[in-house]
């Protein structure tokens, strides 16, 4: 598939025709062209579609074209490596699912407007035309949303806004098993299936991770107080691997909390916000390949940890999960359920401290490189599978990937690996 084959001129009509809600159109015209001239998409390539049409019929047809403008998400075509590394496992699958069957189960038992309930509680962008390889969605950009910094933590603020749209997103799959009386997984298996911490050799995701503990080692002696010398230094080597491979259990659906659907790769870039004239902010969630039935506490704690410093966490982190079960349970009463039923807030905030390491443990997997500086002709597979060097100069010469790293390093010891070496020492 190519960039100027991705389309027929049908389905640009099938397009234009779910935009539009009208058939009475003539299309003119349609191009797509990439979003950038970097590599904005590590597991798609992210187009841009103009489709010029005259609407109206024949007789009463506007003389001037009306420009509609799409955001175009496909497979990788233009790098091997890249292809392989999205297409492996079930991402494109899962996403498909989001956008198709699942969306019109969930939506069936929303009371919202139309708009409202094909986009999750105005939580994702709606979706316009989808096939296993392509996705063309509403194009955020034209309603003002936007990517901020990647590398700038989140105010607490933006926070609020995220938590209460995550708050929104998870009660739709609640909303749908009190419903239905029965879980998501009885009628989507696929949801049960992991994306990306499989640990099968040869599988693309689990040889970047290998590399990425790795590098969760050579960071550890790069912190001046863990690094060689410093107490406990070979015996925190020893446990970094075993920690961070509990990952492949620790993301298992759970067998003693509610699962939800969960989004599990709530970074920067796949979260765009916009700003009404009042100051007050919204938040669009994109990316659904990582779809998982977990504890709703694992989005929680992996975005707060992924896009927060530590500072904030500690001094508004019960107050932002409080916000979120409050938000939850505002959701669930407007279809007459009670939270305390459903998902009771001590049962929420026990299930929080429960995830905070597989929070912290993803977070390393995800920050060591999502913060890297990524040159536009990278060779990506390099990048995945040898980083040393590049997170060596890193730490030395860049002071938010020093610092973020550093949090990042001392909560995976003081939560996960010296509560493991005080367990060996007994």
């Known amino acids: 598939m190519s960039a100027t084959s991705a389309l027929s001129r049908d389905e640009c009509r099938k397009i234009v025709q779910k935009q539009l809600q009208r058939d009475d159109f003539e299309l003119m015209s349609f191009t797509m062209s990439p979003l950038s001239s970097q590599m904005k998409g590590l597991m798609g390539d992210h187009l841009k579609l103009r489709v010029s049409v005259l609407v109206g019929d024949k007789e009463n047809r506007d003389t001037e074209s009306t420009e509609l403008q799409f955001f175009l998400k496909a497979v990788p075509v233009g790098d091997d490596y890249r292809r392989k590394f999205a297409a492996s496992g079930v991402t494109y699958q899962k996403e498909v699912l989001f956008y198709s069957e699942l969306q019109r189960d ?95 050799r040869g599988f693309s995701h689990y040889e970047a991770q290998a590399e990425s503990r790795r590098v969760t080692h050579v960071l550890l002696d790069l912190i001046p107080h863990f690094a060689p010398g410093t107490a406990h230094n070979e015996e925190l080597h020893r446990f970094v691997n075993p920690v961070m491979e509990d990952v492949y259990e620790l993301l298992k659906p759970s067998d003693k909390y509610r699962n939800v659907l969960c989004h599990r790769d709530l970074w920067l870039n796949n979260m765009l916000f916009a700003e009404d004239a009042k100051g007050e902010l919204s938040v669009r969630f994109v990316d659904f390949q990582t779809l998982h039935l977990e504890p709703p506490a694992h989005d929680v704690l992996l975005f707060l940890h992924l896009n927060t410093t530590r500072e904030l966490r500690q001094t508004h982190g019960r107050k932002l999960l409080e916000l979120y079960h409050q938000s939850l349970a505002d959701v669930l009463r407007q279809h007459d359920l009670n939270v305390d039923s459903v998902l009771p807030l001590h049962i929420f905030l026990q299930s929080c401290d429960d995830s905070k390491p597989v929070a912290i443990i993803i977070t390393i997997y995800i920050l060591q490189a999502l913060l890297l500086p990524l040159q536009q002709d990278a060779d990506l597979e390099s990048f995945l599978l040898d980083r040393t060097t590049l997170t060596k100069a890193a730490y030395e010469r860049d002071e938010r990937y020093r610092s973020r790293m550093t949090e990042a390093m001392e909560e995976l010891v003081e939560t996960c690996l010296l509560p493991r070496l005080r367990e060996h020492h007994r």
């Open 106 to 200: 969930v939506q069936k038992h929303l009371r919202c407007s139309d708009y409202e309930s094909s986009t999750y509680f105005g939580t994702v962008p709606q979706c316009y035309y989808l096939r296993p390889d392509l996705l063309v969605l509403e194009d955020l950009v034209l309603a003002g949303f936007r990517v901020l910094d990647s590398k700038e933590p989140l105010d607490l603020e933006h926070c609020k806004c995220v938590l209460k749209a995550l708050a929104r997103f998870h009660a739709a799959s609640l909303v749908y098993e009190e419903r239905e009386g029965r879980r998501l997984a009885d009628a989507h298996p696929l949801l049960l299936e992991e994306s990306f911490y499989r640990k099968e």
